[in-house]
């Protein structure tokens, strides 16, 4: 019923910038938060950042200051610019979006297949 599609991602230098895309598609009412979570080779998936439907922001401390996440809710898609790249952000990244379904109450999350990001050093 719906899917999240990433792009954007690639192999950077050290200190590069890469910008994440996510584009929901289906039968959706709305779109709560949206997110972006990293996992590394034997590591737990994490938060990377997460902006509420009204614009509110929140960054795992790893990030702030070097990542932006945005969102345009008309097209239903959510960004991450990433700038001052570092070999430890190397993951694959997740998108995620808690959607309201029409004719229900409360959202279901839903993921994407992800998108790999290489910072090399």
């Known amino acids: 019923q719906v899917q999240l599609v990433e792009s954007g991602g690639g192999l950077v230098q050290a200190g590069g910038s890469l910008r994440l895309s996510c584009a929901a598609s289906?039968?959706?009412?709305?779109?709560?938060?949206m997110g972006w979570y990293r996992q590394a080779p034997g590591k737990q998936r994490e938060l990377v950042a997460d902006?509420?439907?009204?614009?509110?922001?929140n960054y795992a401390d790893s990030v702030k200051g070097r990542f932006t996440i945005s969102r345009d809710n008309a097209k239903n898609t959510v960004y991450l610019q990433m700038n001052t790249l570092k070999p430890e952000d190397t993951a694959v990244y997740y998108c995620?979006?808690?959607?309201?379904?029409?004719?229900?109450?409360?959202?279901?999350?839903?993921w994407g297949k992800g998108t790999l990001v290489t910072v090399s050093s």
């Open positions: 995620n979006a808690d959607v309201l379904l029409p004719g229900t109450q409360f959202g279901m999350d839903y």
């Open positions: 289906g039968t959706i009412f709305s779109i709560n938060a």
């Open positions: 902006i509420t439907s009204g614009g509110s922001t």
